[in-house]
Protein backbone atom coordinates (compact mmCIF):
# COMPACT_ATOMS: atom_id res chain seq x y z
CA UNK A 1 0.00 0.00 0.00
CA UNK A 2 1.49 3.62 -0.75
CA UNK A 3 2.69 5.68 2.29
CA UNK A 4 2.05 9.28 1.99
CA UNK A 5 3.97 11.79 3.95
CA UNK A 6 4.35 15.41 4.78
CA UNK A 7 7.45 16.93 3.25
CA UNK A 8 8.72 19.92 4.79
CA UNK A 9 10.94 20.44 2.40
CA UNK A 10 8.42 20.71 -0.65
CA UNK A 11 5.03 21.74 1.89
CA UNK A 12 3.67 18.51 0.34
CA UNK A 13 2.10 15.39 1.66
CA UNK A 14 4.06 13.04 -1.10
CA UNK A 15 4.57 9.04 -1.69
CA UNK A 16 7.33 7.66 0.50
CA UNK A 17 9.41 5.91 -1.49
CA UNK A 18 13.05 4.85 0.43
CA UNK A 19 16.26 5.06 -1.18
CA UNK A 20 17.05 1.47 -0.67
CA UNK A 21 13.97 -0.97 -1.76
CA UNK A 22 12.87 -2.51 1.34
CA UNK A 23 15.28 -0.32 3.70
CA UNK A 24 14.48 3.05 5.50
CA UNK A 25 17.53 4.85 7.22
CA UNK A 26 15.80 7.54 9.73
CA UNK A 27 17.22 10.59 12.19
CA UNK A 28 15.72 11.84 14.62
CA UNK A 29 17.46 14.86 16.74
CA UNK A 30 17.99 13.87 20.33
CA UNK A 31 17.67 15.75 23.48
CA UNK A 32 19.98 18.24 25.02
CA UNK A 33 20.66 16.50 28.26
CA UNK A 34 21.05 19.53 30.49
CA UNK A 35 17.74 18.87 32.13
CA UNK A 36 14.68 16.70 32.13
CA UNK A 37 12.73 16.10 28.99
CA UNK A 38 9.44 17.71 29.58
CA UNK A 39 6.10 16.53 28.02
CA UNK A 40 6.39 18.97 24.48
CA UNK A 41 9.69 16.99 24.24
CA UNK A 42 8.50 13.85 24.62
CA UNK A 43 5.08 14.64 22.30
CA UNK A 44 7.79 14.69 19.14
CA UNK A 45 9.02 11.41 20.30
CA UNK A 46 6.20 9.55 20.36
CA UNK A 47 5.47 11.15 17.09
CA UNK A 48 8.91 9.85 15.43
CA UNK A 49 8.02 6.37 17.31
CA UNK A 50 4.35 6.05 15.60
CA UNK A 51 6.45 7.46 12.09
CA UNK A 52 9.44 4.59 12.81
CA UNK A 53 5.93 2.15 13.81
CA UNK A 54 3.66 2.76 10.39
CA UNK A 55 7.14 2.17 8.89
CA UNK A 56 7.78 -0.97 9.86
CA UNK A 57 3.61 -1.67 9.84
CA UNK A 58 4.63 -1.67 6.08
CA UNK A 59 7.08 -3.89 5.80
CA UNK A 60 10.47 -1.62 5.78
CA UNK A 61 13.61 -2.20 7.74
CA UNK A 62 14.34 1.19 9.59
CA UNK A 63 17.78 1.89 10.82
CA UNK A 64 16.87 4.15 13.43
CA UNK A 65 19.43 6.81 15.06
CA UNK A 66 18.94 8.97 17.56
CA UNK A 67 22.08 12.15 18.99
CA UNK A 68 23.02 12.99 22.25
CA UNK A 69 23.37 16.43 22.69
CA UNK A 70 26.08 16.31 25.46
CA UNK A 71 27.66 19.71 24.42
CA UNK A 72 27.65 22.79 22.01
CA UNK A 73 24.01 23.44 21.91
CA UNK A 74 23.81 27.45 23.49
CA UNK A 75 21.14 29.14 25.19
CA UNK A 76 20.93 31.51 21.79
CA UNK A 77 20.02 29.85 18.92
CA UNK A 78 22.60 31.78 16.66
CA UNK A 79 25.79 30.69 18.86
CA UNK A 80 25.39 33.36 21.01
CA UNK A 81 25.23 32.79 24.95
CA UNK A 82 26.45 30.03 26.93
CA UNK A 83 26.72 26.18 26.43
CA UNK A 84 23.63 24.59 27.95
CA UNK A 85 25.49 21.73 29.76
CA UNK A 86 28.25 24.11 31.20
CA UNK A 87 25.07 26.49 32.33
CA UNK A 88 23.37 23.14 33.71
CA UNK A 89 26.57 22.20 35.21
CA UNK A 90 26.92 24.92 37.16
CA UNK A 91 23.65 25.08 38.27
CA UNK A 92 23.48 21.49 40.04
CA UNK A 93 27.11 21.99 41.05
CA UNK A 94 28.27 19.00 39.49
CA UNK A 95 30.29 18.39 36.34
CA UNK A 96 28.86 18.63 32.52
CA UNK A 97 29.81 14.81 32.28
CA UNK A 98 28.01 13.83 35.63
CA UNK A 99 24.85 15.88 34.46
CA UNK A 100 24.76 14.44 30.67
CA UNK A 101 24.78 11.16 32.15
CA UNK A 102 22.03 11.97 34.54
CA UNK A 103 19.68 13.33 32.17
CA UNK A 104 20.24 10.93 29.36
CA UNK A 105 19.29 7.91 31.70
CA UNK A 106 16.59 9.88 32.78
CA UNK A 107 15.39 10.34 29.12
CA UNK A 108 15.69 6.66 27.96
CA UNK A 109 13.56 5.92 31.23
CA UNK A 110 10.43 8.82 29.56
CA UNK A 111 10.77 6.90 26.32
CA UNK A 112 10.38 3.18 27.87
CA UNK A 113 7.38 4.35 29.94
CA UNK A 114 6.08 5.48 27.02
CA UNK A 115 7.10 2.46 24.85
CA UNK A 116 8.75 4.40 22.37
CA UNK A 117 11.10 1.97 20.49
CA UNK A 118 14.59 2.59 21.18
CA UNK A 119 16.61 3.58 18.19
CA UNK A 120 19.35 0.99 16.76
CA UNK A 121 22.03 3.68 17.46
CA UNK A 122 22.09 6.15 20.19
CA UNK A 123 25.50 8.51 19.66
CA UNK A 124 26.97 10.91 22.12
CA UNK A 125 27.97 14.37 20.31
CA UNK A 126 31.07 13.83 22.41
CA UNK A 127 31.56 10.46 20.78
CA UNK A 128 31.94 11.50 17.35
CA UNK A 129 34.30 14.58 17.40
CA UNK A 130 37.08 13.58 15.27
CA UNK A 131 34.15 13.05 12.27
CA UNK A 132 32.83 16.40 13.10
CA UNK A 133 36.60 18.02 12.96
CA UNK A 134 37.03 16.08 9.57
CA UNK A 135 33.54 17.63 8.10
CA UNK A 136 34.90 20.94 9.07
CA UNK A 137 38.32 19.97 7.37
CA UNK A 138 36.56 19.58 4.19
CA UNK A 139 34.12 22.52 4.69
CA UNK A 140 37.04 24.53 4.62
CA UNK A 141 39.28 22.74 1.71
CA UNK A 142 35.73 23.55 -0.28
CA UNK A 143 36.20 27.36 0.75
CA UNK A 144 32.74 27.45 2.72
CA UNK A 145 34.64 28.39 6.14
CA UNK A 146 36.33 31.61 7.67
CA UNK A 147 37.66 32.44 11.24
CA UNK A 148 37.17 35.00 13.62
CA UNK A 149 37.98 35.69 16.91
CA UNK A 150 35.77 32.95 18.45
CA UNK A 151 35.29 30.29 16.02
CA UNK A 152 35.06 29.14 12.54
CA UNK A 153 31.98 29.66 10.41
CA UNK A 154 30.49 28.65 7.65
CA UNK A 155 29.86 31.31 5.14
CA UNK A 156 26.05 30.99 4.08
CA UNK A 157 26.05 33.74 1.33
CA UNK A 158 28.22 30.51 -0.56
CA UNK A 159 25.31 28.08 -0.21
CA UNK A 160 22.87 28.55 -2.81
CA UNK A 161 20.00 27.17 -1.44
CA UNK A 162 20.26 28.43 1.95
CA UNK A 163 16.11 28.77 2.53
CA UNK A 164 14.97 25.74 1.01
CA UNK A 165 13.77 24.14 4.22
CA UNK A 166 12.58 27.22 5.97
CA UNK A 167 11.15 29.11 2.93
CA UNK A 168 12.16 32.14 4.26
CA UNK A 169 13.06 35.12 2.50
CA UNK A 170 16.31 35.44 2.75
CA UNK A 171 17.19 39.24 2.81
CA UNK A 172 14.24 39.60 6.07
CA UNK A 173 15.87 37.10 7.57
CA UNK A 174 19.64 38.66 7.48
CA UNK A 175 17.85 42.31 8.41
CA UNK A 176 16.13 40.15 11.35
CA UNK A 177 19.14 38.54 12.61
CA UNK A 178 21.47 41.75 12.78
CA UNK A 179 20.08 42.61 15.78
CA UNK A 180 21.82 40.12 17.86
CA UNK A 181 24.81 40.14 14.80
CA UNK A 182 28.12 38.92 15.89
CA UNK A 183 30.33 41.96 14.24
CA UNK A 184 32.76 39.36 13.01
CA UNK A 185 30.16 37.06 10.96
CA UNK A 186 29.89 37.68 7.46
CA UNK A 187 26.84 37.56 7.23
CA UNK A 188 23.66 37.10 10.06
CA UNK A 189 22.90 33.73 8.99
CA UNK A 190 26.57 32.53 9.27
CA UNK A 191 26.53 29.78 12.17
CA UNK A 192 29.73 28.14 14.25
CA UNK A 193 30.84 25.09 12.46
CA UNK A 194 33.53 25.14 15.57
CA UNK A 195 33.47 27.56 18.72
CA UNK A 196 36.98 28.21 20.64
CA UNK A 197 37.17 27.80 24.41
CA UNK A 198 37.10 31.43 26.01
CA UNK A 199 40.70 32.99 26.63
CA UNK A 200 42.15 32.49 29.59
CA UNK A 201 39.59 29.58 31.06
CA UNK A 202 39.43 26.20 31.18
CA UNK A 203 35.51 24.51 29.71
CA UNK A 204 34.81 20.87 31.29
CA UNK A 205 34.29 19.99 27.54
CA UNK A 206 37.10 20.60 25.23
CA UNK A 207 39.33 19.39 22.31
CA UNK A 208 42.02 20.12 20.30
CA UNK A 209 41.38 21.16 16.43
CA UNK A 210 43.62 22.18 13.88
CA UNK A 211 42.24 25.76 14.65
CA UNK A 212 42.80 25.56 18.61
CA UNK A 213 41.17 24.17 21.64
CA UNK A 214 37.56 24.41 21.92
CA UNK A 215 34.10 22.29 20.95
CA UNK A 216 31.82 21.82 17.76
CA UNK A 217 28.71 24.01 17.04
CA UNK A 218 25.85 22.00 17.99
CA UNK A 219 24.30 21.52 14.12
CA UNK A 220 27.32 19.84 13.37
CA UNK A 221 26.72 16.82 15.07
CA UNK A 222 24.02 15.83 13.37
CA UNK A 223 25.34 15.82 9.63
CA UNK A 224 28.51 14.27 10.75
CA UNK A 225 26.19 11.30 13.12
CA UNK A 226 23.54 10.82 10.25
CA UNK A 227 26.42 10.36 7.67
CA UNK A 228 28.25 8.36 9.43
CA UNK A 229 25.89 5.88 11.02
CA UNK A 230 23.04 5.62 7.46
CA UNK A 231 26.04 6.52 4.60
CA UNK A 232 23.34 6.42 1.70
CA UNK A 233 21.01 5.85 3.41
CA UNK A 234 19.68 9.54 4.06
CA UNK A 235 15.73 9.06 4.10
CA UNK A 236 13.73 10.53 6.66
CA UNK A 237 15.33 13.32 9.23
CA UNK A 238 12.57 14.49 12.04
CA UNK A 239 12.07 17.14 14.65
CA UNK A 240 10.34 19.53 16.42
CA UNK A 241 9.17 22.52 13.87
CA UNK A 242 11.49 24.75 16.02
CA UNK A 243 13.96 23.02 14.11
CA UNK A 244 13.33 24.03 10.74
CA UNK A 245 14.76 27.81 11.03
CA UNK A 246 18.25 27.35 12.08
CA UNK A 247 19.02 23.63 13.06
CA UNK A 248 17.74 21.76 10.39
CA UNK A 249 18.37 24.43 7.87
CA UNK A 250 22.22 24.70 8.61
CA UNK A 251 22.22 20.76 8.87
CA UNK A 252 21.38 21.20 5.39
CA UNK A 253 23.90 24.09 4.51
CA UNK A 254 26.94 22.12 5.81
CA UNK A 255 25.89 18.88 4.45
CA UNK A 256 25.20 19.44 0.90
CA UNK A 257 28.47 22.16 0.71
CA UNK A 258 31.08 19.28 2.43
CA UNK A 259 29.43 16.26 -0.27
CA UNK A 260 27.63 18.08 -3.25
CA UNK A 261 24.85 15.52 -2.96
CA UNK A 262 21.29 16.02 -0.84
CA UNK A 263 21.10 15.70 2.20
CA UNK A 264 18.18 13.84 3.19
CA UNK A 265 15.00 13.23 1.42
CA UNK A 266 12.09 13.72 3.55
CA UNK A 267 12.09 16.04 6.32
CA UNK A 268 8.90 15.91 8.88
CA UNK A 269 8.52 18.04 12.11
CA UNK A 270 6.04 17.75 15.07
CA UNK A 271 4.08 20.59 16.22
CA UNK A 272 4.40 21.67 19.44
CA UNK A 273 2.84 20.95 22.79
CA UNK A 274 1.43 24.16 23.98
CA UNK A 275 -0.39 25.16 27.33
CA UNK A 276 -3.63 27.46 28.00
CA UNK A 277 -3.24 30.77 26.18
CA UNK A 278 -1.47 29.01 23.07
CA UNK A 279 2.07 29.27 24.90
CA UNK A 280 4.64 26.92 23.79
CA UNK A 281 5.74 24.56 26.28
CA UNK A 282 10.02 24.65 27.01
CA UNK A 283 12.46 24.63 29.26
CA UNK A 284 13.45 28.60 28.41
CA UNK A 285 9.09 29.59 29.41
CA UNK A 286 9.95 28.04 32.97
CA UNK A 287 6.22 26.47 31.97
CA UNK A 288 7.38 22.73 31.71
CA UNK A 289 6.27 19.49 32.84
CA UNK A 290 7.89 16.31 32.67
CA UNK A 291 6.17 13.01 32.36
CA UNK A 292 6.65 12.14 36.32
CA UNK A 293 4.93 15.43 37.46
CA UNK A 294 2.55 15.21 34.91
CA UNK A 295 1.10 11.92 35.36
CA UNK A 296 2.98 9.33 37.16
CA UNK A 297 2.86 11.50 40.70
CA UNK A 298 -0.73 11.21 39.89
CA UNK A 299 -0.65 7.43 39.41
CA UNK A 300 -1.57 8.06 35.92
CA UNK A 301 -0.37 5.81 33.63
CA UNK A 302 2.45 6.99 30.80
CA UNK A 303 0.82 5.34 28.53
CA UNK A 304 -2.12 7.65 29.08
CA UNK A 305 0.15 10.53 27.45
CA UNK A 306 1.29 8.30 24.61
CA UNK A 307 -2.94 7.86 24.20
CA UNK A 308 -2.94 11.67 24.19
CA UNK A 309 -0.83 12.33 21.73
CA UNK A 310 -3.22 10.23 19.23
CA UNK A 311 -5.52 12.29 19.39
CA UNK A 312 -4.40 15.47 17.72
CA UNK A 313 -2.69 15.28 14.01
CA UNK A 314 1.10 15.36 14.86
CA UNK A 315 1.49 18.46 12.04
CA UNK A 316 -1.13 20.52 14.79
CA UNK A 317 -0.55 22.23 17.62
CA UNK A 318 -1.73 19.92 21.08
CA UNK A 319 -3.14 21.73 23.95
CA UNK A 320 -2.19 20.35 27.47
CA UNK A 321 -4.49 20.57 30.43
CA UNK A 322 -6.15 18.13 33.17
CA UNK A 323 -8.70 17.96 31.49
CA UNK A 324 -7.08 16.60 28.27
CA UNK A 325 -5.24 14.01 29.92
CA UNK A 326 -8.16 13.34 32.30
CA UNK A 327 -10.42 12.32 28.29
CA UNK A 328 -7.29 10.38 27.61
CA UNK A 329 -7.27 8.75 30.88
CA UNK A 330 -10.69 7.77 30.31
CA UNK A 331 -10.37 7.08 26.30
CA UNK A 332 -7.80 4.36 26.92
CA UNK A 333 -9.36 3.03 29.98
CA UNK A 334 -12.39 2.44 27.65
CA UNK A 335 -10.64 0.53 25.21
CA UNK A 336 -8.47 -1.55 27.68
CA UNK A 337 -11.64 -2.61 29.22
CA UNK A 338 -13.10 -2.91 25.38
CA UNK A 339 -9.84 -5.40 25.08
CA UNK A 340 -10.61 -7.12 28.29
CA UNK A 341 -14.05 -8.05 27.16
CA UNK A 342 -12.92 -9.57 24.24
CA UNK A 343 -9.73 -11.44 25.92
CA UNK A 344 -10.79 -14.89 26.55
CA UNK A 345 -8.50 -18.12 26.92
CA UNK A 346 -6.71 -19.09 24.64
CA UNK A 347 -8.10 -16.13 22.24
CA UNK A 348 -4.46 -15.47 20.99
CA UNK A 349 -4.17 -18.54 18.72
CA UNK A 350 -7.85 -18.19 17.32
CA UNK A 351 -8.33 -15.95 14.67
CA UNK A 352 -6.42 -14.03 11.70
CA UNK A 353 -6.62 -10.47 11.26
CA UNK A 354 -9.30 -8.68 9.13
CA UNK A 355 -8.69 -7.41 5.83
CA UNK A 356 -11.13 -5.18 5.77
CA UNK A 357 -10.13 -3.22 9.13
CA UNK A 358 -6.71 -3.99 8.03
CA UNK A 359 -7.24 -2.40 5.05
CA UNK A 360 -9.04 0.95 6.60
CA UNK A 361 -6.19 1.20 9.25
CA UNK A 362 -3.54 0.80 6.86
CA UNK A 363 -4.73 3.81 4.85
CA UNK A 364 -5.35 5.99 7.93
CA UNK A 365 -2.07 5.71 8.99
CA UNK A 366 -0.33 5.39 5.52
CA UNK A 367 -2.19 9.29 4.94
CA UNK A 368 0.52 11.11 7.38
CA UNK A 369 0.22 9.10 10.34
CA UNK A 370 -3.59 10.21 10.67
CA UNK A 371 -3.75 8.78 14.49
CA UNK A 372 -6.85 10.68 15.07
CA UNK A 373 -8.71 8.78 12.27
CA UNK A 374 -6.90 5.66 13.13
CA UNK A 375 -8.61 5.79 16.69
CA UNK A 376 -12.34 6.33 14.97
CA UNK A 377 -11.29 2.65 12.75
CA UNK A 378 -10.27 0.84 16.05
CA UNK A 379 -13.77 2.25 17.44
CA UNK A 380 -15.42 0.93 14.04
CA UNK A 381 -14.23 -2.54 14.08
CA UNK A 382 -14.38 -3.24 17.85
CA UNK A 383 -18.41 -2.23 17.72
CA UNK A 384 -18.39 -3.82 14.22
CA UNK A 385 -19.69 -7.54 13.87
CA UNK A 386 -16.88 -9.93 13.97
CA UNK A 387 -16.61 -12.28 16.22
CA UNK A 388 -14.43 -11.75 19.62
CA UNK A 389 -11.69 -13.77 18.97
CA UNK A 390 -11.25 -12.03 14.93
CA UNK A 391 -11.66 -8.59 16.79
CA UNK A 392 -8.57 -9.48 19.17
CA UNK A 393 -6.21 -10.50 16.54
CA UNK A 394 -6.93 -7.31 14.46
CA UNK A 395 -6.83 -5.36 17.38
CA UNK A 396 -3.57 -6.79 18.56
CA UNK A 397 -2.10 -6.12 14.92
CA UNK A 398 -3.04 -2.27 15.15
CA UNK A 399 -1.45 -2.52 18.67
CA UNK A 400 1.90 -2.95 16.46
CA UNK A 401 1.57 0.58 15.48
CA UNK A 402 -0.15 2.02 18.75
CA UNK A 403 2.12 0.84 21.43
CA UNK A 404 -0.24 0.32 24.07
CA UNK A 405 0.36 -2.68 25.36
CA UNK A 406 -3.14 -4.34 24.85
CA UNK A 407 -1.78 -7.62 24.76
CA UNK A 408 -0.54 -7.50 28.08
CA UNK A 409 -4.26 -7.00 29.47
CA UNK A 410 -4.72 -10.71 28.42
CA UNK A 411 -2.49 -11.75 31.54
CA UNK A 412 -3.09 -9.22 33.78
CA UNK A 413 -6.92 -9.32 33.63
CA UNK A 414 -7.80 -11.43 36.46
CA UNK A 415 -8.72 -9.72 39.58
CA UNK A 416 -8.25 -10.21 42.75
CA UNK A 417 -11.14 -12.34 44.37
CA UNK A 418 -11.15 -9.23 47.13
CA UNK A 419 -11.65 -6.89 44.48
CA UNK A 420 -14.02 -9.11 42.61
CA UNK A 421 -16.37 -9.42 45.30
CA UNK A 422 -16.13 -5.32 46.10
CA UNK A 423 -16.57 -4.90 42.34
CA UNK A 424 -19.95 -7.40 42.46
CA UNK A 425 -21.42 -5.15 45.50
CA UNK A 426 -21.03 -2.20 43.73
CA UNK A 427 -22.76 -3.51 40.67
CA UNK A 428 -25.18 -4.57 43.02
CA UNK A 429 -25.24 -1.24 44.86
CA UNK A 430 -25.70 0.59 41.82
CA UNK A 431 -28.10 -1.65 40.31
CA UNK A 432 -30.18 -0.14 43.66
CA UNK A 433 -29.06 2.93 43.34
CA UNK A 434 -27.73 2.72 46.52
CA UNK A 435 -25.39 5.40 45.64
CA UNK A 436 -23.66 5.87 49.60
CA UNK A 437 -23.07 2.35 49.15
CA UNK A 438 -21.44 2.24 45.76
CA UNK A 439 -19.33 5.43 46.72
CA UNK A 440 -17.81 4.07 49.71
CA UNK A 441 -17.25 0.81 47.44
CA UNK A 442 -15.51 2.46 45.18
CA UNK A 443 -13.11 4.12 48.07
CA UNK A 444 -12.31 0.67 48.90
CA UNK A 445 -11.91 -0.77 45.45
CA UNK A 446 -8.83 2.06 44.71
CA UNK A 447 -7.83 1.60 48.22
CA UNK A 448 -6.34 -1.58 46.94
CA UNK A 449 -4.73 -0.15 45.04
CA UNK A 450 -7.37 -0.57 41.47
CA UNK A 451 -9.31 2.58 39.76
CA UNK A 452 -12.87 2.25 38.82
CA UNK A 453 -14.43 4.39 36.47
CA UNK A 454 -18.04 4.04 35.53
CA UNK A 455 -19.00 4.01 31.37
CA UNK A 456 -22.42 3.70 29.74
CA UNK A 457 -21.13 0.14 29.06
CA UNK A 458 -20.73 -0.91 32.49
CA UNK A 459 -17.83 -0.42 34.92
CA UNK A 460 -14.17 -0.38 34.14
CA UNK A 461 -11.51 -1.25 37.05
CA UNK A 462 -7.91 -1.82 36.20
CA UNK A 463 -4.80 -1.68 38.23
CA UNK A 464 -3.38 2.04 38.79
P1 LIG B 1 15.78 19.85 22.88
O1 LIG B 1 16.10 18.90 24.00
O2 LIG B 1 15.49 21.23 23.35
O3 LIG B 1 16.87 19.83 21.80
O4 LIG B 1 14.44 19.34 22.20
C1 LIG B 1 14.18 18.01 21.89
C2 LIG B 1 13.06 17.88 20.88
O5 LIG B 1 11.81 18.37 21.41
C3 LIG B 1 13.28 18.65 19.60
O6 LIG B 1 12.91 17.83 18.49
C4 LIG B 1 12.37 19.86 19.73
O7 LIG B 1 11.97 20.33 18.46
C5 LIG B 1 11.20 19.27 20.49
N1 LIG B 1 10.38 20.24 21.26
C6 LIG B 1 10.80 21.27 22.04
N2 LIG B 1 9.74 21.91 22.63
C7 LIG B 1 8.62 21.27 22.21
C8 LIG B 1 7.20 21.43 22.46
N3 LIG B 1 6.72 22.36 23.28
N4 LIG B 1 6.35 20.57 21.84
C9 LIG B 1 6.81 19.59 21.02
N5 LIG B 1 8.13 19.39 20.75
C10 LIG B 1 9.03 20.20 21.33
ZN1 LIG C 1 19.79 17.63 15.13
Redesign the pocket.
Known amino acids: MKLYLYNSLTRKKQQFEPIKSGAVGLYT????VYNY??I??L???IFEDILKRVLIYNGYAVKHVMNI?DVG?LTGDRDMGEDKMEAGAAREGKSAWDIAEYYTRSFKQDLEQLNVLAPDVWVKATDTIPEQIALIRTLEEKGYTYPTSDGIYFDTSKFKDYTKLSHQDLEALREGARVERNPEKRNATDFALWKFSPQGSKRQMEWDSPWGVGFPGWHLECSAMSMKFLGEQLDIHC?????IDVHHTNEIAQSEAATGKSFFNFWMH?????IQGGK????SEGNFLTLENALMKNDINPLVYRFASFLTHYRKPMEYSDESIEAARNGLLHLQNQVRQITTAGVEAQSSVSAEFQNKFNETINDDLNMPRAMAVIQEMLKSKLSDARKYSTVMDFDRVLGLQLDQLAHDQALPEAVQKLVAARLQARQDKDFATSDQLRAEIEALGYQVQDTPDGMNVVKK
Not at 29 to 32: D, N
Not at 270 to 274: M, R, S, T, V
Not at 280 to 283: E, F, L, N, P, T
Open positions: CGPTAHGNRTYTHGGTDHGAFLIKMAK
